[in-house]
Nanobody
Framework: QVQMVESGGGLVQPGGSLRLSCASSNRTFSFLDMGWYRQAPGKEREVVAS???????MYADSVKGRFTISIDNVKNMVYLQMNSLKSEDTAVYYCNTLRGAARGDWGQGTQVTVSS
């Protein structure tokens, strides 16, 4: 069963910005270690950002300084703010718990395409 629903993807020009959103009706994000992942065609999924229940964040080197992961505990939403987007950021982006990612339980994701 899909527990996370991603939205906010789309087509953006290089240097542009997008904010991805993740919603769940049956999970409380404040209780979970969360991550944003992405997968380009023919490539492995990779984690791009994560946030722990304690609020600590980590980022892949490729996105550090450009992406920000955050949680709104009131709205029960997880966000990925993506700035200064590059063509190599093009991928399907997924929200997941760390446990769900390890288990291979993925939602449909949201497509981000960076192109001029």
């Amino acid at each position: 069963q899909v527990q996370m629903v991603e939205s906010g993807g789309g087509l953006v020009q290089p240097g542009g910005s997008l904010r991805l959103s993740c919603a769940s009706s049956n999970r409380t994000f404040s209780f979970l270690d969360m991550g944003w992942y992405r997968q380009a065609p023919g490539k492995e999924r990779e984690v791009v950002a994560s946030i722990t229940t304690g609020g600590s964040t980590m980022y892949a080197d490729s996105v550090k300084g450009r992406f920000t992961i955050s949680i709104d505990n009131v709205k029960n939403m997880v966000y990925l703010q993506m700035n200064s987007l590059k063509s190599e950021d093009t991928a399907v982006y997924y929200c997941n718990t760390l446990r769900g990612a390890a288990r291979g339980d993925w939602g449909q994701g949201t497509q981000v395409t960076v192109s001029s």
